[in-house]
């Protein structure tokens, strides 16, 4: 089956600082992955070259089979490829509603906002009352919620989530989840970067594992908590890189 994201040997960082070193990883249609890793060893990073947020200094990146390095990151958006990224990422000093419309307006195209924020009301009640609020006078879980409604208003073919439970209380993170379960079982494949590797484990299919910016294990969640568990916080457990 052709992956729907895959990345070959990619190499990539921030200016002369480099952040990833040669990962390969991929994500078929309808699967859900958690990447994991300790504070620092490239997973915002990999998921910002993953959605082309961040252009590879070297490798590629693949969705459905087509060469996507170096592409503007909304044609990732209408490849079907959503970034949740991480924190609260929202514009704090435009209403709820104004934010809608500035993604909707990338991700769907002029003519998409309205049906869009149309959709995105009637499945998240909550914003459409909070409408007209400023986006920074929303409680961290209803920020959060506002992000996430940019990207689930259509069902993506791959989410790409970074650390969506960072600093919200359990409840919300419940229901965050409760959410990705649901869109998992309607057919949209997941990349989850996760702190909380209970809840990441629960959801996914595979683990990828990151240690300073390469990939040292991957495998299935089934019966993994306690290595991943090992393999984040005592690093000598070195095995060969699996590309
Ligand atoms: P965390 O779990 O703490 O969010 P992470 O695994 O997501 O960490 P990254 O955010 O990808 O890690 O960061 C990888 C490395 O790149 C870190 O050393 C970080 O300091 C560095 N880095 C991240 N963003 C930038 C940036 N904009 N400019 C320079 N260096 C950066």
Redesign the pocket.
């Known amino acids: 089956m052709t992956p729907i994201l895959e990345l070959r040997n990619v190499s990539a ?3 002369p ?1 480099h ?1 990833l070193f040669d990962v390969c990883l991929s994500v078929q249609p309808g699967e859900a992955v958690a990447l994991l ?10 998921a910002r070259a993953a959605t082309g947020l961040i252009v590879p200094t070297e490798g590629s990146v693949w969705v459905d089979g087509v060469d996507m390095t170096g592409v503007a990151p909304f044609r990732f958006a209408r490849a079907g490829v959503a970034h949740a990224p ?1 924190g609260r990422s929202v514009f704090a000093t435009l209403t709820v509603e104004e934010n809608l419309r500035l993604s909707f307006r990338q991700s769907k195209g002029r003519r998409g906002v309205g049906a869009a924020l149309d959709q995105a009301f009637s499945q998240f009640p909550l914003l459409a009352r909070r409408r007209p609020m400023l986006a920074g006078n929303l409680s961290g879980g209803e920020q959060r919620m506002l992000s996430m409604a940019r990207v689930l208003v259509e069902a993506p073919r791959l989410l790409v989530a970074d ?1 969506l439970s960072l600093g919200l209380a359990p409840i919300i993170v419940d229901e965050i989840y409760h959410d990705l379960a649901r869109l998992r079982s309607e057919g949209t494949a997941l990349l989850i ?1 996760e ?1 909380r590797i209970s809840h990441a484990l629960a959801l996914c299919d595979r683990v990828v594992l ?1 240690e300073h ?1 390469t990939v040292i294990w991957e495998g299935p969640t089934d019966g993994a908590e306690a290595r991943v568990v090992a393999k984040i916080f005592d690093h000598s457990a070195g095995e060969e890189p699996p590309c």
């Open positions: 960082g921030y200016g600082f952040a890793g300790a504070n620092g060893v490239g997973k915002t990073t990999l991480e650390e970067v702190q990151l910016g």
